[in-house]
């Protein structure tokens, strides 16, 4: 019976487009599948969206969209993207030889398991499942609870979320059901230590450990403020509570995992779940640091609370910037589509899904995984034609020129005793050495190591050419069965290539069949065994190839990267820290008596709200101390959430005469320092009472 390999992404939200972040950890988990299927293993692959909760409400009220509508919207060029990056969902049996799935939160399959789940643990540990009143900061981005020490602060000291940096909102009390966290800390660290493969790399497994060390709070698990959720089942300890709470967004978004395999909660008498019991204790989950947490710390502990097995690995990458800037979506310039880059890389290849394979393999050889990596479009293009232009697409260019050119139709012969010696010594070696490293490397997650490893081979191939000289061999009839064993040994590179590129580089590989003449489906080509060089090839027929990878001369640099560098940057660079913008000249002078015209005083913000169309005025409603309190309009709406101000002591020039703005009278002035986003607040160091002058 072969292993199971079950490997799953993120399901992503949908109040986004797919981009290149996105697009890197699908990458990375469909090599993989991909591999461990060549491998012998009965792989199976999970992609999906997060279809629920306040965020995809937010972003369908944005559009005037229902939250169904937009999710139908949006889930579907997701799918789109993943089978236009090479991956096939409808036939992934006949054509990979593996199972490919595609779940939705809301469909039935789904919401169905999550309500098992839910009903498990109230059975199995009814204590981990209990009501209380909440409130606290919640970032909706990460869809989270934060503690204040959690928080990060801005340029304009708000508090923000640590992920987004953007500013969290006060939920304030609300009931809902709370999961039993605090009692899992002790269970978790056990299992992490004792299982060394469960979080990797072993930077994310420190993290989470030394999180753990920090104490666990119990987590608030359903929602009563909204309604786009999956209900929470009736709770007999609780009939008030009956139809109103949904379940909190990351509950039910972690079961699909499980509710993909079918549901283990069944009723008996109803056919089981098979899928389950196969696959669910050899599942990877792939995703990214940023929701490390609820993959290592949350989901174990509701399914040890459930009472099922853990994942056998998390394994966690980090972020992907571009040109520095990370991958965000109010920053357009990163928000790069990996279809699109594949497009403009195909260029002028004879097969343009080469494009995808270029992409693919930037990404998964740039940066080990695990690491944050950084997309500079100039490090693409170089890697793109040192090592496909150069390496690998001269490999195949060259040695199926020699093979049409010398081999009369056929690949040669291969001679046993030459084998052993020299040149062709060397190419086996390094090839056995490529299978076992290459191998190696992703049996451990390393994809980056991998094709390294790979690649030694490609350029090892290419040193041969030069060293045996099929040319000059064909020059002398002498060399025919040395020719005859040459042109054999690049058939077997050639084939050996296409096999270890497959993972990473499916179009290529497919490209290789057909200039091979190898009549294999990918769904049944396998990974070579290390002592098999030469002596492993199938029927072949050789053909000249065309150009698949073909170099990016300069002037096509040009106009990719005209193309692909943000506009803004080129127009107006920003100024580097080093050079600051100069302070405005300072004003003429003025004598005593003019300053001491000017009444500030200590204001105490006691209310904040919009104006209405208005993108940069607050109005503040402000004491200083008078028994009657003012209303100020200041212009800092953009630096200032208006909660962020109240209960501050800000600085005001108390005597300024009143003044209308957007229908409301301003009566005094905030001093403030900078100018839109970027702004702080004139404020005194002590506590001092409203109305206090300032001299
Ligand atoms: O978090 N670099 O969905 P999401 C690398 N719905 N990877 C990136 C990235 C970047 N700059 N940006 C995004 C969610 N990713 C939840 C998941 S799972 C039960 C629920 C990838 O749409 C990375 O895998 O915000 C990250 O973890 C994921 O997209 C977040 O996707």
Redesign the pocket.
Known sequence: MTRPFYVT?????VN?VP?L??A??TIVADALARFHHMCGDDARFLTGT?EHGQKIVEAAEKRGLTPQALTDQVAPRFREAWIDLGMRFDDAEATHGFARDFIRTTEARHKRVVQGLWKRILEKNPQDLYLATYEGWYCVGCEAFYTDSQLKKNAADESVCPVHERPVSWVAKETSYFFKLSAYGDALAAHIERHPHFIQPEQYRNEVLGFLRGGLRDLSVSRTSFTWGIPVPDDARHPGEAGKHVMYVWFD??T?YLSALGDPFAPAGEAGAPDVTRYWKSVVHV??K??LR?HAVYWPAFLLSAGLPLPRTILC?G???IGGR??SKSIPATRVSAVTLAGDLAGASSVPATGIDAVRYFLLRETPLGNDGDLIYESLIERYNADLANDLGNLINRSLTMLVKYGAGGVGTRDAALAGTGAHANLARVAAEAVRDARMALDGFQPSRALEAVWRLVREANTYIAATEPWSLAKDPAKQPELEHVLHTLAAALWWTRLLVAPVLPATAAALDGWLGANVAERDARWPSEDAFGTDLPALAPRQSTPLFPRIDDKRSAVLLDKWLPKEVVAAPEPSPAAPTPPAPIAATITYDDFAKLDLRVGHVLAAEAVPKAKKLLKLTVDLGEGRHRTIVAGIAEAFQPAALLGRRVLVVANLAPREMRGVTSEGMILAAGDDAILALGTVDADAPPGTRVK
């Open positions: 992404t993120p399901i992503y939200y986004d981009h972040g996105h890197y950890t997060d978004a972690l699909n995703i990214g940023d929701i609820f990458h972020w992907w910037a990370k991958i």
